[in-house]
């Protein structure tokens, strides 16, 4: 679900007065940040900013590369620079409340994004960043207003279309999730995501039939992941269709051995289809791999 948008290298152009030894170092180290060459950017940059360390912009652009590597206290170090030297631009305030929400520090990213959106008025992805720190602590009502703003700003923001409907979702409103899903799906018909969601909210409508054929979408798009596969196995398990769920299980389990539930679910529709030595074989395995409804089913069910 969490997909943060980080800023990019040349959102902003802070140096008015620096030395032109001082922007070949910046651009140099913004191209080869782009090529991925990561360490000889920050190399760049942080000679730029011997040279002058009064210009905020190669602070703000080796904040970016420092979150390319992952770096958010160095990043936030950084950004908290540059906010010291040009407190009035939005994009600072807004990429360093992205470093706190990596480092999960979920509450300083809301109030940096607030203070973005204060100084920018129309800025979807802060008010999308914002929307999923909020998801994270629980304020869905509060995400969903977040989200909705986004929307506003920037109509074709599937993702914002998306973490609405999760957060729909999350409150138990299916129907409407399931229509931010659809706007997300048409605006970006590639990601398997969507449809892994769209069929979640679709069983819990009771419309099984329907969700399978979301999660054949989402297997086709990304077709080693587990997580559709699990929702479609639960769909045929609702369906009463053992025999269909225990084969999707089996590929899942062929998938990634280490995968618990699949071994315990699969247990249950082996049971159900008078399989109790298959059924038993499989909560074992699901006991050895740390399940403990796997115990249960295996004093109540098998023999010891």
Not at 69 to 88: M, N, Q, R
Not at 96 to 117: E, F, M, N, P, T
Not at 199 to 209: E, N
Not at 225 to 230: E, F, H, V
């Amino acid at each position: 679900m969490r997909k943060i948008l980080l800023a990019g290298f040349v959102v902003i152009a802070l140096a008015l007065h620096a030395q032109q030894t001082q922007k070949e170092l910046i651009a140099s180290g913004i191209n080869k940040a782009k090529l991925g060459d990561y360490q000889a950017a920050l190399s760049d940059l942080t000679e730029a900013i011997r040279l002058d360390s009064t210009e905020a912009e190669p602070w703000y652009n080796r904040g970016i590369v420092k979150s390319e590597l992952k770096d958010y206290h160095g990043a936030i170090d950084d950004f908290s620079t540059v906010i010291a030297i040009s407190p009035t631009y939005a994009e600072p305030w807004y990429t360093r409340g992205v470093a706190k929400d990596y480092l999960q520090d979920y509450a300083g990213a809301i109030l940096d994004y607030s203070k973005a959106i204060s100084l920018k008025a129309e800025y979807p992805e802060a008010y999308h960043n914002r929307g999923l720190a909020r998801f994270d602590l629980g304020f869905y009502d509060e995400a969903i207003q977040d989200f909705t703003r986004a929307i506003a700003f920037s109509p074709g923001f599937a993702e914002a279309y998306y973490n609405r409907g999760l957060a729909r979702f999350s409150n138990d409103q299916f129907r409407e999730a399931i229509h931010d899903f659809n706007e997300a799906i048409d605006l970006d018909p590639r990601q398997a995501e969507y449809f892994t969601s769209r069929g979640a909210a679709k069983a819990s409508l009771g419309d099984y039939q329907e969700a399978i054929i979301d999660l054949n979408e989402a297997i086709y798009l990304r077709p080693n992941d587990c997580n559709p596969r699990l929702n479609k196995a639960l769909a045929f398990m609702y369906l009463k269709q053992y025999r269909e769920a225990e084969e999707v299980y089996t590929e899942i389990i062929g998938l990634d051995p280490r995968q618990t539930e699949a071994f315990l679910k699969r247990g249950v529709a082996r049971q159900y289809l008078d399989d109790l030595i298959g059924a038993c074989d499989d909560w074992n395995t699901a006991l050895s791999l740390g399940s403990e409804k796997a115990r249960e089913y295996l004093e109540k069910f098998c023999d010891h």
